[in-house]
Protein backbone atom coordinates (compact mmCIF):
# COMPACT_ATOMS: atom_id res chain seq x y z
CA UNK A 1 0.00 0.00 0.00
CA UNK A 2 1.13 3.53 -0.13
CA UNK A 3 -0.55 7.24 0.51
CA UNK A 4 -0.46 10.17 -1.63
CA UNK A 5 -1.56 13.52 -0.62
CA UNK A 6 -0.91 16.01 -3.96
CA UNK A 7 -0.52 19.79 -3.29
CA UNK A 8 -0.11 23.11 -5.37
CA UNK A 9 -3.12 23.39 -6.97
CA UNK A 10 -4.94 26.58 -7.43
CA UNK A 11 -6.50 29.57 -9.40
CA UNK A 12 -3.55 30.73 -12.20
CA UNK A 13 -4.38 33.26 -15.47
CA UNK A 14 -3.67 31.65 -18.87
CA UNK A 15 -0.36 31.88 -19.33
CA UNK A 16 0.51 31.23 -15.70
CA UNK A 17 2.73 28.04 -14.33
CA UNK A 18 1.90 25.78 -11.15
CA UNK A 19 3.55 23.03 -9.69
CA UNK A 20 2.01 20.36 -8.16
CA UNK A 21 3.43 18.29 -5.81
CA UNK A 22 2.58 14.10 -4.83
CA UNK A 23 4.04 13.20 -1.57
CA UNK A 24 4.53 9.08 -0.97
CA UNK A 25 4.33 7.28 2.00
CA UNK A 26 7.00 5.05 0.48
CA UNK A 27 10.15 5.11 -1.15
CA UNK A 28 9.57 5.92 -5.16
CA UNK A 29 12.14 3.14 -5.43
CA UNK A 30 9.76 0.86 -4.72
CA UNK A 31 6.68 2.28 -7.31
CA UNK A 32 6.93 0.85 -11.13
CA UNK A 33 5.35 3.96 -12.19
CA UNK A 34 4.17 7.23 -10.96
CA UNK A 35 1.71 9.08 -12.68
CA UNK A 36 -0.54 12.35 -12.84
CA UNK A 37 -4.08 12.19 -13.95
CA UNK A 38 -6.64 15.06 -14.41
CA UNK A 39 -10.60 15.13 -14.76
CA UNK A 40 -12.37 17.97 -16.08
CA UNK A 41 -15.91 18.24 -15.64
CA UNK A 42 -18.00 15.55 -17.41
CA UNK A 43 -15.09 14.19 -18.70
CA UNK A 44 -13.14 11.20 -18.47
CA UNK A 45 -9.85 10.80 -16.24
CA UNK A 46 -7.01 10.57 -18.48
CA UNK A 47 -2.97 10.35 -18.27
CA UNK A 48 -1.29 13.58 -18.61
CA UNK A 49 2.08 12.70 -17.19
CA UNK A 50 3.86 9.25 -16.14
CA UNK A 51 7.67 8.34 -14.96
CA UNK A 52 8.69 4.88 -14.48
CA UNK A 53 11.13 3.90 -11.70
CA UNK A 54 13.56 3.60 -14.20
CA UNK A 55 13.21 7.24 -15.27
CA UNK A 56 11.57 6.86 -18.20
CA UNK A 57 8.78 9.14 -19.08
CA UNK A 58 5.73 9.79 -20.77
CA UNK A 59 3.61 12.90 -21.81
CA UNK A 60 0.02 13.19 -23.27
CA UNK A 61 0.02 15.24 -26.82
CA UNK A 62 -1.71 17.97 -25.30
CA UNK A 63 0.53 18.61 -22.39
CA UNK A 64 3.57 18.39 -24.15
CA UNK A 65 6.24 21.16 -24.10
CA UNK A 66 4.84 22.71 -21.77
CA UNK A 67 4.26 19.87 -18.55
CA UNK A 68 7.57 18.28 -16.93
CA UNK A 69 7.15 15.55 -15.02
CA UNK A 70 10.15 15.33 -12.10
CA UNK A 71 11.11 13.47 -8.67
CA UNK A 72 12.90 13.71 -5.90
CA UNK A 73 13.62 10.11 -4.88
CA UNK A 74 14.79 11.37 -1.23
CA UNK A 75 11.41 13.49 -0.51
CA UNK A 76 9.46 10.20 -1.69
CA UNK A 77 8.05 13.21 -3.61
CA UNK A 78 6.83 13.43 -7.33
CA UNK A 79 6.27 16.92 -9.34
CA UNK A 80 4.13 18.13 -12.23
CA UNK A 81 5.53 21.66 -13.60
CA UNK A 82 2.91 23.15 -15.41
CA UNK A 83 4.13 26.58 -17.85
CA UNK A 84 2.36 28.16 -20.36
CA UNK A 85 -1.45 27.03 -19.03
CA UNK A 86 -4.22 27.31 -20.78
CA UNK A 87 -8.41 27.43 -19.71
CA UNK A 88 -9.08 23.71 -21.11
CA UNK A 89 -6.16 22.58 -18.70
CA UNK A 90 -8.80 23.41 -15.92
CA UNK A 91 -9.56 19.99 -13.92
CA UNK A 92 -8.45 18.21 -10.92
CA UNK A 93 -4.98 16.65 -10.94
CA UNK A 94 -4.44 13.35 -9.09
CA UNK A 95 -1.71 11.45 -8.44
CA UNK A 96 -1.12 7.56 -9.27
CA UNK A 97 0.96 5.26 -7.89
CA UNK A 98 1.54 1.79 -10.07
CA UNK A 99 2.36 -1.24 -7.52
CA UNK A 100 2.57 -4.13 -8.96
CA UNK A 101 -0.84 -4.68 -10.39
CA UNK A 102 -2.71 -2.27 -8.48
CA UNK A 103 -3.18 1.62 -9.08
CA UNK A 104 -3.53 3.99 -5.82
CA UNK A 105 -4.34 7.27 -6.04
CA UNK A 106 -4.38 10.71 -4.28
CA UNK A 107 -7.28 12.91 -2.87
CA UNK A 108 -7.28 14.88 -6.12
CA UNK A 109 -5.89 18.79 -6.31
CA UNK A 110 -7.94 21.84 -8.43
CA UNK A 111 -5.79 23.27 -10.80
CA UNK A 112 -8.24 26.57 -12.28
CA UNK A 113 -7.31 28.58 -15.40
CA UNK A 114 -9.09 31.69 -16.02
CA UNK A 115 -8.66 35.32 -16.38
Known amino acids: QVQLVESGGGLVQPGGSLRLSCAAS????????MGWYRQAPGKERELVAAMTRGGSTNYADSVKGRFTISRDNAKNTTYLQMNSLKPEDTAVYYC?????????WGQGTQVTVSS
Open 96 to 104: NAFIQTFGY
Open 26 to 33: RSLFSISV
